[in-house]
């Protein structure tokens, strides 16, 4: 069956760490997005990407980075500079038309301990 | 600046009623208006898509309404069942903007035997 996975479904980081959260998609999928949500904010665009080796910044990526060196993989690193990465991310993909809805992954809620 | 709102306050309403959710924007030239569902602690489910030159589009129980004069957009349930009971999210895919989704920040539903 297609889908999009993301791991782990939980994460724990500590202080002053960086980590890399998974994202793959066997739908082939043009587009791959990274969304965080906070409760009662909604869901905020991260980073996109519309194809391999190129990605854009969305409206809070300050303290992430991405790569997507593959159609399938879009990883996210949350990297020590973002100072309030306690969140649940999501990530997301669709055809390049955008005539179409986004396939969402399950989540990973990342706690910072 | 650009801005979703959706009803913050949770919609309480009955088996079997009509449940109808509210999607305003502003300062939006959309050209796809989407709808998702959300259930805690998952990721959204798209539901439906309308384009700026359609009116209404129907799937099963579901309708969507988007009229461009009032920058609103409706989504109804009818026949509501204890199951539809979730977080609704509206998202614009507006002309320049990148073919990436702005989400809002979603209504919940609780439907009530």
């Known amino acids: 069956d297609g889908g999009i996975t993301q791991s782990p479904k939980y994460l724990f980081r500590k202080e002053g760490q960086n980590v890399t959260l998974s994202c793959e998609q066997n739908l082939n999928h043009d587009a791959m997005y990274w969304y965080r949500q906070d409760p009662g904010q909604g869901l905020r665009l991260i980073y996109y990407?519309?194809?391999?080796?190129?990605?854009q910044k969305g409206d809070i990526a300050e303290g992430y980075s991405v790569s997507r060196e593959k159609k399938e993989s879009f990883p996210l690193t949350v990297t020590s500079a973002q100072k309030n990465p306690t969140a649940f991310y999501l990530c997301?993909?669709?055809?390049?038309?955008?005539?179409?809805?986004?396939?969402f992954g399950s989540g990973t809620r990342l706690t910072v301990v | 600046s650009q801005k979703i709102e959706q009803n913050s306050e949770a919609l309480n309403i009955q088996e079997g009623k009509t449940a109808t959710l509210t999607c305003n924007y502003t300062?939006?030239?959309?050209?796809?208006l989407q709808w998702y569902r959300q259930d805690p602690g998952r990721g959204p489910v798209f539901l439906l898509l309308?384009?700026?030159?359609?009116k209404e589009k129907r799937k099963e129980r579901l309708k969507v309404t988007f009229d461009t004069t009032l920058k609103q957009s409706l989504f109804h349930i009818t026949a509501s069942q204890p199951a539809d009971s979730a977080t609704y999210l509206c998202?614009?895919?507006?002309?320049?903007?990148?073919?990436?989704?702005?989400f809002g920040t979603g209504t919940q539903l609780k439907v009530e035997l």
């Open positions: 309308i384009r700026e030159n359609e």
């Open positions: 997301a993909s669709r055809y390049r038309d955008g005539n179409y809805g986004y396939t």
């Open positions: 990407s519309q194809i391999v080796n190129d990605f």
């Open positions: 998202a614009l895919d507006y002309t320049g903007g990148g073919n990436k989704l702005t």
């Open positions: 300062n939006y030239s959309p050209a796809y």
